[in-house]
Every structure is written in structure tokens, then in C-alpha cells.
């Protein structure tokens, strides 16, 4: 099974950015489906960002819809990584980031289909 680890949190004023990083190990990330999702204090897990494994034809990129045009998803198959770029941030973009990886082919956004999971990092947007 992949090992995930999420880096790149922080405190940052609404409308900053930040950029989140996956770093895998232990196996190749570039033949996972991974996917980015938040968790708020008292809520329940949320999709946000989904990237396929190969690029033969382009990625397929899918985006909850409160993101969409604000954030975007990205790998880098050369270093085991995946990248979420987060800008024009909001007060309701703080929670818990984690990064999860999916070794089944299509798309998902679904937590119970992603099977690797990193310890998350926490963003917090001031207003």
C-alpha cells in the first residue's frame, strides 16, 4: 500500500493562497487515482479535488463545485507528488486537508473508495 504525506498547511488572510503537496513512498504514486479532501471541526469529510493516474489522453480532473475556478490539482508523476494550488482562499476553506489514494480505475469522490490515506495538514484562513 502507498504511504501518503501531506505538507504545505498554514495560516494564511483570506484571498491568500496556499499550495499543498502529496509525497507518496513505498510504492509508485503515478498508478493511483488521487484525490484531495477537507474536514471541518464537527462536520463530515468532503471531496474536493480528483486527478487520474494517466495522462495518455490528459488527466481527468474533476472539482467540487465550491472550488472550482479557485483551486487546482496537479502531479508531478517524476517526484511522487501531487499538489493542490489553493487561491482566493475563504474563512469556510479552514479544515483539515488529506490527500488519499485510489488503485481502482474511475472516477470517485467517495471516501470509502479511496483505500490510502496521509496524516492531513491544517489550513486556516483569517478573515
Known amino acids: 500500500q502507498v504511504q501518503l504525506a501531506e505538507s504545505g498547511g498554514g495560516l494564511v488572510q483570506a484571498g491568500g493562497s496556499l499550495r499543498l503537496s502529496c509525497a507518496a513512498s513505498?510504492?509508485?504514486?503515478?498508478?493511483?487515482?488521487v484525490g484531495w479532501f477537507r474536514q471541518a471541526p464537527g462536520k463530515e469529510r468532503e471531496f474536493v479535488a480528483t486527478?487520474?493516474?494517466?495522462?495518455?489522453?490528459?488527466?481527468?480532473?474533476r472539482y467540487a463545485d465550491f472550488v472550482k475556478g479557485r483551486f487546482a490539482i496537479s502531479r508531478d508523476n517524476a517526484k511522487n507528488t501531487v499538489y493542490l494550488q489553493m487561491n482566493t482562499l475563504k474563512p469556510e476553506d479552514t479544515a483539515v486537508y488529506y490527500c488519499?489514494?485510489?488503485?481502482?480505475?474511475?472516477?470517485?469522490?467517495?471516501?470509502?473508495?479511496?483505500?490510502?490515506w496521509g496524516q492531513g495538514t491544517q489550513v486556516t484562513v483569517s478573515s
Open positions: 513505498g510504492r509508485t504514486l503515478s498508478s493511483y487515482i
Open positions: 486527478i487520474s493516474s494517466n495522462s495518455w489522453n490528459g488527466y481527468n480532473i
Open positions: 488519499a489514494a485510489r488503485d481502482s480505475s474511475g472516477y470517485s469522490s467517495h471516501v470509502r473508495d479511496f483505500g490510502s
